[in-house]
């Protein structure tokens, strides 16, 4: 998987999408388990990127070893924040709204955005739409607004609370300030 860690974005791209039709078709091959690193060395490593990269994690049937859930939500958080932005970000919540259990799905998510914080333009940017995006899924917005509260408390998440208030109602503000 040498083209996977270097090389240039469409030859990575074209690989995406062929896994993507193998998976399709039925004729998928064994992976190593794919992390964001992958993208690291990717020249062009965009939203659309990160958008392939997201859907080979949350579809492909066959890695080795196998994904763990909260493996395959810190490795989707990662490429987000590291190399996404504005469509990612709608891929991302829009992958997590459609899962059993969006709510806890969201709440883990966001617990471990808590955790591992942001650093940089890059990852603030990506950050705000991704928030942005899950508080427009009605399966994904209880969880986000309980989520924002925590982030108005810390320097690096604050700018994201802010970036997405004017999508909040007003008993959800009165909630996040109280």
Do not use: C
Request: hydrophobic share 40%.
């Amino acid at each position: 998987m040498a083209i996977l860690r270097e090389g240039d974005g469409p030859e990575v791209r074209r690989l995406f999408d062929e896994l993507h039709a193998r998976a399709e078709t039925g004729r998928s091959i064994t992976l190593p388990a794919p992390t964001h690193e992958w993208l690291a060395g990717v020249d062009q490593a965009d939203d659309d990127m990160v958008v392939r990269f997201l859907d080979l994690l949350w579809e492909y049937p066959r890695f080795d070893p196998p994904l763990m859930p909260e493996q395959i939500r810190d490795e989707s958080l990662e490429a987000n924040l590291r190399y996404g932005s504005g469509r990612s970000g709608f891929h991302h919540a829009l992958i997590i709204s459609t899962l059993p259990g969006p709510g806890l799905e969201t709440t883990e998510l966001l617990h471990r955005l808590n955790a591992r914080g942001i650093d940089g333009e890059q990852e603030t940017e990506a950050a705000k739409w991704l928030v942005s995006y899950l508080l427009g899924h009605p399966e994904t917005r209880a969880a986000t607004v309980r989520s924002l509260w925590w982030m108005l408390e810390r320097d690096d998440l604050a700018p994201v609370a802010e970036f997405v208030r004017p999508q909040l109602e007003p008993d959800e503000i009165a909630d996040i300030e109280s």
